[in-house]
């Protein structure tokens, strides 16, 4: 789709101020849900995404039981109200895809070997959508996997470049999602230099095709940065840290 | 699809490919970057705007064009549309059955679709014929006859076969109304989108897996490619990895690989 304005301005600003590499404003809290046995919540510009995990635990029905290593399901969802036209809560082919593709991204990082016969769900609800949702989701469902202390490999983070008004920009949101020409999703494991996720539209050029995804990996990883920051305050300030100085001393 | 069942066998065949693959040989004696022979026969169905069987190896498919006039969405007054649509038949595999698609179906068909959508093929504006009120519709549907692996591929050059080989009725706007001519136009097709799925095997990239490299694979790679050499879609599947380096080696080997495709689709539909 051809853009219908300018998204790019002569400063080289973008429509909300950005420079071309910078991404919008991230902040990540672990641990909020009650009952889930690990969750997140991202704030990725526009997007709020709450990701659950529950699990490992008995996996119905039984046919589908894994002898070798744990099953890991996935839900993408949006809900109605995420969007600004109500999307119908059944879900769309759309989200079906997402589902699966954002399940192949976070299983490599999962050590299922380790829980036989069980079952890892990962729930990823958007609350409100905007471009980039499901690497926002991808980012949240990771940490929720971390929280719920299932044995993982590394993090799993992603980010979005993409093509808008000709030019290679980084973590597009939804004008530039919808009228740029190109959106690239990216997801990595940061430490092992592997890529989970990848899905491209858009027109590049080889040479363009190489700077968006080599742009998406060092976005990435300041995203990492944010959750191993988000890990921590939950692990090592928080209420959660384990037994205080006092608790000790009784032991 | 690929059909992992995790047998004993299958862990044994990869380990046979795998040392294969270390000397740059496959188990059917291609090489790493050459695909299965490909065959392209179109103007199968006369019934349709356009049809093609491909054959990929032993993978066939059939694709068949239906254009009619509708209304346009309404954030693109000036556009026709454009579906494309993929259907693992039950009497394609052992392993599908009948019913609502699968996941592995609804992948399929959007992978296919927008390998389509965003290399432009179609010049949707062109499938325009009253503004907001009246535009072509052009369902492009796939259905898989034999399953030997790599689908995505053999859909995709389905798909741009029978499209570039369909015809559609010609209207004209007379006093206010939408006239149906009788007269056949092609569709307007501008470019030649190619499909190349890659497969990671260990730690070698192949071309084109068949059925039985596919149960072995650790990921694949989708990579949709245009007349100039551009990049316009791609999707990585299978839950494994891939490293960014083959990233890269795979967009190479996609453009390569699809220029030779290219030729061979455009010689057949001509």
Known sequence: ?251 | MSMKKNYVVEIIRKAQMVELLAKGKRLDERTPDQHRPITIQTGVIQKANGSAIVTLGNTEVIAGVKIATGTPFPDTPDKGLLVVNAEILPLASPYAEPGPPSEDAIELARVVDRGIRESEMVDLKKLCIVEGKTVYTVFVDVNIMNVDGNLFDATSYAVVSALRTSKMKKYAVENDKVVMKDQEIPVPVERTPVSVTLARIGDTLVVDPNSEEEGAMDMRITITTDDDGNVCASQKGEASTISPEHVLEAADTAIKVGNEIRAQIVEATK
């Open chain 1, 1 to 251: 789709m051809e853009a219908k304005r300018k998204l790019i301005g002569d400063d080289g600003r973008r429509l909300d101020g950005r420079k071309w590499d910078e991404l919008r404003p991230i902040s990540l809290e672990v641990g909020l849900l009650k009952n889930a046995d690990g969750s997140a919540y991202i704030h990725w510009g526009k997007n709020k995404i709450m990701a659950a995990v529950y699990g490992p635990k008995e996996v119905h029905p039984k046919h589908q039981v894994l002898p070798d290593r744990a099953l890991l399901r996935s839900r993408y969802h949006m809900a109605p109200f995420s969007v600004d036209e109500r999307k119908n809560p059944a879900p769309s082919r759309r989200e079906i895809e997402i589902s699966k593709v954002i399940r192949e991204a976070l299983i490599p990082a999962v050590v299922v070997e380790d829980y036989p016969r069980t079952a890892i769900e990962v729930w990823v609800e958007v609350l409100q959508s905007d471009g980039g949702s499901r690497v926002a989701g991808i980012t949240a469902a990771s940490l929720a996997l971390a929280d719920a202390g299932i044995n993982m490999r590394d993090l799993v983070v992603g980010c979005s470049c993409g093509i808008v008004d000709s030019q290679v920009v980084a973590d597009l949101d939804d004008a530039e999602d919808k009228e740029g020409s190109g959106d690239m999703p990216v997801a990595i494991m940061p430490n092992l230099n592997q890529v989970t996720l990848l899905q491209v539209d858009g027109i590049y050029t080889r040479a363009d095709f190489q700077k968006a995804f080599e742009l998406a990996i060092a976005k990435g990883m300041e995203v990492y940065a944010m959750q191993r920051e988000a890990l921590a305050k939950k692990f090592f300030t928080g209420e959660a840290a384990g037994p205080t100085e006092e608790e000790e001393v009784v032991e």
